[in-house]
């Protein structure tokens, strides 16, 4: 007996374009300062982060995708044909995401990404960073990554370091450290070593959530992107609120990590994005897998 193929799942033309819509004003309303102070040649030390360390532009954020697995009908005329990684529906008019082809060009890509989220997602929290990282990329030196005023003060900020066990796992926080700083940190973080060491207590490996989310492409359904992207922002502002610098200028209050009171504060705000990232992790990780 011949089995039917099932059905392909379709999103009708006013629910796709009523998500799309949704997710264009939610991704603009996250942009807005961004392209503000852009347009003005202006910068924020904690904002543009994700912009600038990441290189990824507003617009990456704006472009909406329903993710693998779904047709949109009445999408013939729709500006997304001519997009790359579309490709015409079993039904007339319709349009999808070329999952296929997205994973035959970028397959080595998709397999790193899906070893590193899941080495990740299988590993037990670490809670014991106190978000040293920032302090040891300014460890003796004169010359800070942000132009802004050290709260403690050059001497006093290495003082913290020195009376700290260093413990970063994450490579791309670990490769900003000074040369002064990077021995005394108790691992020596790799590319090569990244799944290994990635665990999901660390603030970097859930702001790079929405690195993978960019990665993964037309694969990723634009809300799980824009929560990928918060879920990013959100730790930033602890990042930076943890770090050495005096950020009162800019509105923001500091987790003073060198007193047990900022560490047990940082460590209940790590202990949150750690849950809100494992949610996220799961996603991308199924997203990876289909």
């Given amino acids: 007996?011949?089995?039917?193929?099932?059905?392909v799942p379709v999103l009708t033309g006013d629910v796709w374009r009523a998500r799309a819509a949704a997710?264009?004003?939610?991704?603009?309303?996250?942009?807005?300062?961004?392209?503000?102070?852009?347009?003005?040649?202006?910068?924020?030390?904690?904002?543009?982060?994700?912009?600038?360390?990441?290189?990824?532009?507003?617009?990456?954020?704006?472009?909406?995708?329903?993710?693998?697995g779904l047709e949109l009908t009445d999408a013939?005329?729709?500006?997304?044909?001519?997009?790359?990684?579309?490709?015409?529906?079993?039904?007339?008019?319709s349009l999808a995401v070329d999952g296929d082809g997205f994973r035959a060009e970028r397959g080595a890509l998709i397999a790193n990404v899906s070893r590193i989220l899941r080495a990740t997602a299988d590993r037990a929290p670490g809670f014991g960073c106190f978000g040293l990282h920032?302090?040891?990329?300014?460890?003796?030196?004169?010359?800070?990554?942000?132009?802004?005023?050290?709260?403690?003060?050059?001497h006093?900020?290495?003082?913290?370091?020195?009376?700290?066990?260093?413990?970063?796992?994450?490579?791309?926080?670990?490769?900003?450290?000074?040369?002064?700083?990077?021995?005394?940190?108790?691992?020596?973080?790799?590319?090569e070593r990244q799944a290994a060491l990635e665990q999901p207590g660390c603030l970097h490996a859930g702001m790079?959530?929405?690195?993978?989310?960019?990665?993964?492409?037309?694969?990723?359904?634009?809300?799980?992107l824009l929560d990928a992207f918060e879920l990013a922002r959100d730790i930033r502002v602890l990042d930076m609120r943890a770090s050495p610098y005096d950020l009162a200028e800019w509105?923001?209050?500091?987790?003073?990590?060198?007193?047990?009171?900022?560490?047990a504060e940082y460590v209940r705000a790590q202990r949150t994005f750690a849950d809100r990232g494992t949610a996220v992790r799961r996603r991308l990780i199924d997203v990876a897998a289909a």
């Fill in 208 to 224: 790079d959530l929405y690195k993978w989310a960019v990665k993964l492409g037309p694969l990723v359904p634009g809300e799980l």
């Fill in 23 to 68: 997710h264009e004003n939610r991704a603009r309303a996250l942009t807005q300062g961004r392209r503000e102070r852009a347009a003005h040649g202006e910068t924020h030390p904690v904002e543009d982060f994700l912009f600038t360390y990441y290189s990824y532009k507003p617009s990456v954020l704006h472009r909406w995708h329903p993710g693998e």
């Fill in 156 to 191: 006093a900020t290495d003082a913290v370091v020195e009376a700290a066990e260093l413990r970063c796992t994450h490579f791309d926080a670990f490769r900003f450290f000074t040369p002064e700083a990077a021995p005394r940190n108790r691992e020596t973080p790799t590319r």
């Fill in 251 to 263: 509105g923001y209050d500091a987790v003073p990590i060198e007193t047990a009171e900022g560490k």
């Fill in 134 to 154: 920032e302090w040891a990329m300014v460890y003796r030196q004169q010359e800070h990554r942000h132009p802004v005023p050290l709260r403690l003060g050059q």
């Fill in 76 to 93: 013939a005329a729709d500006a997304r044909a001519g997009w790359r990684w579309y490709r015409a529906g079993t039904a007339s008019g």
């Fill in 1 to 7: 007996m011949t089995i039917a193929p099932a059905p």
